[in-house]
């Protein structure tokens, strides 16, 4: 099966910094995969992310989506954002609009839907990311879980076919954590492509189907769950061994 994304030798480096944040970074994307995208701080995931929906484009390199170059023409642009949608770790960067019926609605009326297929689309969104109770209520008087959670709703009202979560879980309680995965779940049974950016290796274990390590700009690894977690030199080299004895100390003291 073609991948879903090709990067080939892709380098980025931002302004002003010496290292750079993407070093010919070279990986397949499988489709259809719920998959975990761990490393350090500084590994180059969130740069990563940027570049799966064309907010940032390499120095160097080529990114293919479904076996054709991005472009990043302004209408190309607009129709890759449409398929590929990215909630950030921090809600309050995406949450700008008053209300949360509003701020859901800004993405499907930029696309130029009609009122009546933008509140269908805003209807269906927040019932899969149960903030339907939550519409009228104003984005700054929200919780960390609701703020996560509508965040979700307005990228899914786009309707893309992958979607990628930037450690989404770091500022959220474990009750609004069993919700976003239950929404991923959701996605993942329609067919929707998930990449999680995250530190936990528990989610390693018990929720994705594949894996990528990044390590200062490269891929480390590119496996399955079980691959990674069976290749003692890639946990040593990327320091995962630290977190995964921990993971595994825990699982024990619980049975």
């Not at 703020?147 to 930037?166: C, F, I, N």
Request: with cysteine; glycine share 8%; charged share 20%.
């Amino acid at each position: 099966m073609t991948p879903l994304f090709e990067f080939s030798n892709v380098w980025f480096q931002y302004d002003g910094l010496s290292d750079c944040a993407l070093c010919g970074l070279t990986v397949a994307i499988p489709r259809g995969e719920k998959i975990a995208v761990l490393g350090r701080n500084g590994a180059g995931k969130s740069t990563f992310f940027l570049h799966c929906n064309g907010l940032l484009r390499p120095q160097r390199g080529e990114i293919r989506f479904r076996d054709e170059a991005l472009s990043y023409t302004r209408t190309d642009l607009r129709q890759m954002r449409r398929q590929v949608g990215i909630v950030f770790q921090n809600p309050d960067d995406q949450l700008f609009s008053a209300s949360v019926r509003q701020d859901i609605s800004f993405g499907p009326l930029n696309l130029g839907l009609s009122l009546a297929d933008t509140a269908r689309r805003v209807r269906q969104a927040a019932e899969l990311c149960g903030v339907s109770h939550l519409l009228d209520r104003p984005t700054h008087a929200l919780s960390g879980g609701e703020k996560a959670r509508v965040a979700m709703a307005g990228v899914l009202a786009m309707e893309p076919s992958v979607l990628l979560a930037d450690e989404l879980m770091s500022a959220i309680d474990p009750w609004a954590r069993l919700d976003i995965f239950e929404i991923f779940q959701a996605l993942h049974n329609r067919g929707t492509t998930v990449l999680l950016a995250t530190h936990d290796l528990s989610v390693v274990r018990y929720w994705a189907t594949h894996v990528i390590v990044l390590q200062k700009g490269k891929i480390a690894f590119s496996g399955t769950p079980a691959q990674l977690l069976g290749n003692q030199s890639v946990l040593e080299t990327t320091e995962l061994s630290k977190i995964w004895w921990n993971v595994e100390m825990t699982m024990e003291k619980r049975t």
